[in-house]
């Protein structure tokens, strides 16, 4: 198996890991954010579609084989096809032998079995092999051999894909689906459509997952040189008698917003402030998932809405960070928090003590609101 990759993880609000590793919801990573709490998230790396696998289900590469299962599938099924022993697959992926798997599920195979070759389905023989080292020899051999008027084999690679191996990864305790995206810059979805995922994007300990491998950039072209003097002319400059334009009056600076200043039992805002206090960080899109609510060490954190607790996790730095899941595919991230009153899987009613603000210099809340996959601006859900 190939070793991760040990670098920082690059900040960002993790408050969105889709509860995978919790059962049955999201799952937030803001792992390494709270230096300062700085919840700038990486720019993602364009990814290419998976390998398609022979018909047995199986994708080769030249260190290691996974197996793809088909809807309706047991583990056990898929040893079948593959030619292992099912406790054998089983055990090594940390699944019971007759579990139900999910289309596209990915299983890591213990050990090698049989290349996929034209007899099972595979366009070219052998593991997957880079573009820049493709076995011409073997590939002619095997065009030749399916070449004829009635040959209907269509690629079982997509275009765009190089097959380069991509990094295979094992979920540690306390892992999702959307730290593992973090840790090597690429998107939640595509970690998701390599592996199977379902919609919850749920992990479990000691699972073997496939990293996509990122789109390699083209060169860019060769820029022309222009002989001088061929070029665009050269602008005049301003004359030095022209007087300067008056700068531009700089805009008056907004009123920082208070949050539950003015809340009341019968607010009719669609969530209740978790803390009452100004807001010293907005949200930003792609920057700031969320927004920081200055509060004093100690304050209660309350519930935003009537919900499910998705997950409980924590920082590298063992901050603690809170889920909650309502109606509507709504999730709700509370983090900088000390002293959780809740347990994952417990209804909690809008209002209800989640936690207390932990210590700080600021001390504050981090607080984001999801709709699905996006994080959106907390501020309008609060008015």
Known sequence: MAKRPIYPILAGTAATFLLSACAGGFDPDLRSTFNGFDTTSSVKQATEPRPMPDDRGVISYPNYQVAVAQRGDTVADVAARVGIGADELARYNGLPANVSLRGDEVLALPRRVAEPSAATGAITSGPIQPSDGVD????????????????????????????????????????????????????????????????????????????PVAVQTQASATSVVTQPGAGSPTPTPPSAVKPLPKPIAAAPKANTPKLGGEATAASASRLAAPVDGKIIRAFVAKKNDGID???????????????????????????????????????????????????????????????????????????????????????????
């Open 293 to 383: 609510i200055a509060a004093a060490p100690g304050t209660v954190v309350q519930a935003a809405e009537t919900g499910v607790v998705a997950a409980i996790t924590e920082d590298t730095d063992q901050v603690p960070i809170l889920v909650l899941r309502h109606a509507n595919n709504l999730l709700t991230v509370y983090a900088n928090i000390d002293g959780i009153k809740v347990k994952k899987g417990t209804k909690v009613k809008r209002g209800q003590a989640l936690a207390v603000v932990r210590k700080g210099n600021p001390s504050f809340l981090h607080f984001e609101v999801r709709q699905g996959f996006d994080a959106v601006d907390p501020v309008p859900f609060l008015n």
């Open 136 to 211: 011409i020899t073997t590939l002619a051999g095997d065009a030749i051999n399916r070449a004829g008027p009635t040959s209907n084999t269509q690629s079982r690679t997509p275009s765009g894909t190089s097959g380069r191996e991509p990094l295979r990864h094992k979920v540690e305790r306390g892992e999702t689906a959307y730290s593992i995206s973090r840790l090597y810059n690429i998107s939640v979805r595509s970690l998701a459509d390599w592996n199977g995922l379902d919609g919850n994007l749920t992990v479990r300990e000691g699972q073997y997952l496939l990293i």
